[in-house]
Nanobody, 125 residues
Framework: QIHVIESGGGLVQTGGSLKLSCGAS????????MGWFRRSEGKEREFLAA????????WYSDSVKGRFTISRDNAENTAYLQMNSLEVEDSAGYYC??????????????????WGQGTRVTVSS
């Protein structure tokens, strides 16, 4: 079992940056691949990025590749999403998830309760 919680969301202007954090209290954090997703109003949840348990492998959606960077610090039980060159269209609820896998081309956590509760990002023009 693992419980994750996001932080770092807020209001930023177009072109600005934010760094989101996803912390876990369990020492098993380092066992899991971690992922970041977002959901905009009226849209389905969108995969953004994933990182393997040891940080050696990362994956990005085309929509954020080159602007967002996923990383992790297993000593701190924390995953990060550095977001640069933010656009109004990046406004959304951002969620991290543990033990993510890609099955049939779709990323998701292995259990429904491995989602965090989300942090809101608003990009103003």
């Amino acid at each position: 079992q693992i419980h994750v919680i996001e932080s770092g969301g807020g209001l930023v202007q177009t072109g600005g940056s934010l760094k989101l954090s996803c912390g876990a209290s369990e020492r098993t954090f380092s066992d899991y691949a971690m992922g970041w997703f977002r959901r905009s109003e009226g849209k389905e949840r969108e995969f953004l990025a994933a990182i393997s348990w040891n940080g050696r492998n990362v994956w990005y959606s085309d929509s954020v590749k080159g602007r967002f960077t996923i990383s992790r610090d297993n000593a701190e039980n924390t995953a990060y999403l550095q977001m640069n060159s933010l656009e109004v269209e990046d406004s959304a609820g951002y969620y991290c998830a543990a033990d993510v896998k890609r099955i049939g081309g779709r990323w998701s956590p292995s259990r429904d309760n491995y989602w965090g509760q989300g942090t809101r990002v608003t990009v103003s023009s």
